[in-house]
């Protein structure tokens, strides 16, 4: 049975998540959106899977583009959200990815750092495997994932802003096997504490999940604007399988 109580689907239900970063904005995605559509050559028939969606930024552009677009995530709250903005080629479901898929795609993405949620290394290329059965011959997964050596190098240990009178006091450290952010929310008299705990993941262990999971990378880029990826300098880690 999975823990009812996994750090994502505390956090991920929230207003609070939401406003932290409320940065993410509709430009940004359209931007990595349409370089990825052409990179792929996708055309307007083929069928995409956005997983997880949050409240559906990129799906909506996808589906803007003539695309057929499903638009998954394990939090209710965001599908409740996203479910406002359907259309004849948007619909939304809830959807944990560590389940196998129902149906097959001719795209996978993964955005936004979504990988890697899980306690157990071993989950990835299980999840990569669902991935893997859920694409039509020949189809591509997208995994957009942080720079682990970017993100060691430009670690702030601790953090204070206040968004529309809410106040954040963030700590982050990274440890061995996680990258863990500890949130403090201070909403008037209110409290509340939340927890992001991502995977320490680099490219050598996503190049063994893949193999284990009968995946092969074919491009890596390091940006939204899809330039090359550099261990040292690049912002994220954008790994193209089939």
């Not at 677009?69 to 619909?91: K, P, T, W, Y």
């Not at 809830?94 to 001719?106: C, G, Q, S």
């Not at 306690?119 to 997964?141: C, I, M, P, Q």
């Not at 204070?160 to 009178?165: P, S, T, Y």
Request: aromatic fraction near 12%.
């Amino acid at each position: 049975m999975k823990n009812k109580t996994e750090w994502f689907q505390d956090w991920f239900n929230t207003t609070y998540y939401h406003l932290l970063y409320d940065y993410r904005n509709e430009e940004e995605a359209e931007h990595f959106m349409s370089n990825l559509l052409k990179f792929l050559n996708l055309t307007p028939s083929d069928t995409i899977l956005d997983l997880p969606c949050g409240r559906g930024r990129h799906s909506l552009f996808l589906s803007a583009q003539g695309h057929h677009v499903i638009g998954a995530d394990i939090s209710e709250n965001s599908i409740s959200h996203a479910r406002h903005f359907e259309n004849q080629n948007l619909r939304f479901m809830i959807h944990d990815m560590r389940d196998p898929l129902k149906e097959r795609y001719n795209a996978i993405f993964n955005l936004f750092t979504s990988f890697g949620y899980f306690e157990h290394e071993e989950t990835n290329a299980r999840v990569l495997k669902n991935f893997k059965l859920g694409l039509v011959e020949n189809g591509h997964l997208v995994i957009d994932f942080l720079n682990l050596s970017k993100v060691r190098a430009e670690l702030i240990p601790h953090q204070e802003l206040v968004k529309k009178g809410v106040k954040y006091i963030i700590e982050k450290k990274i440890t061995n096997r996680f990258i863990i952010k500890d949130i403090k929310v201070l909403d008037g008299d209110n409290q509340y504490a939340f927890q992001e705990k991502v995977q320490a993941l680099d490219l050598e262990k996503f190049e063994r999940y893949s193999r284990e999971a009968g995946l092969r990378i074919v491009k890596i880029f390091g940006d939204y604007s899809l330039n090359d990826f550099s261990e040292e300098s690049s912002d994220r880690l954008i790994l193209i399988m089939q």
